[in-house]
């Protein structure tokens, strides 16, 4: 099965935040239409690159970012706005005393008032959303990789579950054969009947797991379905081999590809976001300097005046040092952080790689050497079971090794391709493709 999830994380960069689904004509081409997608639910077979396409269509993980991005949107042309006018309205020498009793004494003023930002308060706190919307990118895209890999993973389970159903149907299938010559023989009498009771039970334990396999497989196909939000399975198996690996290049070029990930690349993004924060501090340890002008009427005098005046905060630096230091200091932890996620993606790349490397032998060894030896050694014991040279245990034990020959095959093969999975998803970008025979 080639594996082909990154094919979609290639498109990160081009689909737009608000709507990775609707692709532009270029990219379209890549991924089913929602028509496309439609016939593929009606059909019996379901591919990757299918239920990839749905995943980044209708999964409720992935539309989140939708509504993030409108909030970010909004908080930037805050941001940009100035300062507020406020309107007042003040009236003294009122309901007193003597010469101030009713409103004859009145003096009534109406004013406007405001800030005058200083330190480019505004710019700094822009360009804090707009570092928080690069961010934002670099995270969906992490997030996207990180759900294509999980689905990936089931998926290629799932494929394993089906080669499974596939081998206990062959095992039920030798277990007739054998039940059939079994019998022959004991009604020649040459063989006991504790042999016909043997094969009896051997053909009923082989039928029990293939029941227990195809349930095993409705059941994972309903996890898988729930990738896309559907709670009914709209198909009946899964496309691909699961031999078809990937050619790939040795670790050194692997590390230099990862390096540059979304997942890595998010780090140098929260950096920037950092940096913002501490310019933002800085820019508020400025002091603003509020102003206001307004009209006073004097109702004794019927007379009118102008008044103005300023105000300037004392002492607000010192109140902002902390902010700065704790705002350095967040900028400080993502050096180490970068270093740490920097030492896993080293320790999980090299495993995936070795492992897959491992693996991908193991079934170039299967193919070529173990299974036709064991399939040879099985017709040759038959034959001599037949010929009463063999005894019923030697025929058996031929089956058994053969059988279990190909489940450790199956396991060596879907190994692979998890691993393969694993090391696409840490790089961001496809292997080759290399068909083995399977």
Not at 37 to 43: D, K, L, P, Y
Request: proline residues 3%.
């Amino acid at each position: 099965m080639q594996i082909r999830h990154i094919i979609a994380a290639l498109l990160l960069g081009s689909v737009p935040l608000l709507g990775w689904a609707e692709l532009s004509s270029a990219d379209s081409s890549d991924l089913p239409s929602l028509n496309q997608t439609q016939r593929v639910n009606a059909s019996s077979t379901l591919a990757l690159e299918d239920a990839i396409a749905r995943t980044l269509k209708n999964n409720p993980q992935l539309y989140q970012y939708r509504f993030r991005q409108k909030s970010l949107t909004a908080q930037r042309e805050t941001s940009s706005l100035s300062p507020a006018l406020q309107l007042g309205l003040e009236v003294e020498n009122i309901a007193g005393s003597g010469e101030f009793n009713g409103v004859d004494s009145a003096e009534t003023t109406l004013a406007l008032s405001s800030v005058i930002e200083l330190g480019g308060k505004s710019r700094s706190r822009v360009g804090l959303v707009d570092a928080r919307t690069d961010r934002l990118d670099f995270e969906r895209q992490a997030a996207t990789l990180d759900l294509l890999g999980e689905l990936t993973a089931l998926f290629i389970r799932c494929r394993s579950t089906q080669e499974n159903i596939h081998l206990a149907e062959e095992a039920v299938t030798l277990s007739k054969q054998m039940l059939t010559t079994v019998e022959a023989r004991a009604a020649k009498g040459a063989a006991p009947e504790a042999e016909v009771m043997r094969a009896k039970a051997a053909l009923t334990r082989a039928s029990i797991r293939f029941q227990a396999l195809r349930s095993s497989f409705e059941r994972q196909k309903v996890v898988l379905s729930s990738f896309w939000g559907d709670t009914n399975p709209r198909f009946a198996e899964l496309s691909g081999s699961l031999s078809a690996f990937g050619t790939s290049d040795d670790f050194a070029s692997l590390l230099q590809r990862a390096k540059k990930s979304p997942a890595i690349a998010i780090f140098a993004s929260e950096a920037r976001m950092k940096d913002a924060e501490v310019k933002l501090a800085q820019a508020q340890s400025r002091v603003d300097i509020g102003w206001q002008l307004g009209v006073r009427r004097f109702e004794e005098t019927d007379d009118t005046a102008l008044v103005a005046g300023i105000s300037i905060p004392l002492f607000s630096g010192k109140r902002n040092r902390s902010s700065i230091t704790s705002a350095l200091a967040e900028r400080n932890a993502v050096d180490y952080q970068q270093a740490h996620a920097m030492l896993k993606l080293h320790s999980r790349l090299f495993t995936a790689f070795s492992q897959r490397e491992e693996n991908t032998a193991a079934v170039e060894q299967f193919n070529s050497h173990v299974l036709p030896a064991l399939e040879k050694a099985l017709a040759l014991t038959q034959q001599a079971y037949e010929n009463g040279r063999y005894r019923y245990q030697d025929w058996i034990a031929a089956q058994e090794e053969l059988l279990t020959a190909k489940q450790q095959r199956i396991e060596a093969a879907t190994a692979a391709q998890l691993n393969q999975a694993l090391i696409e998803q840490l790089i961001a970008e496809p292997l080759g493709t290399n068909h083995l025979p399977y």
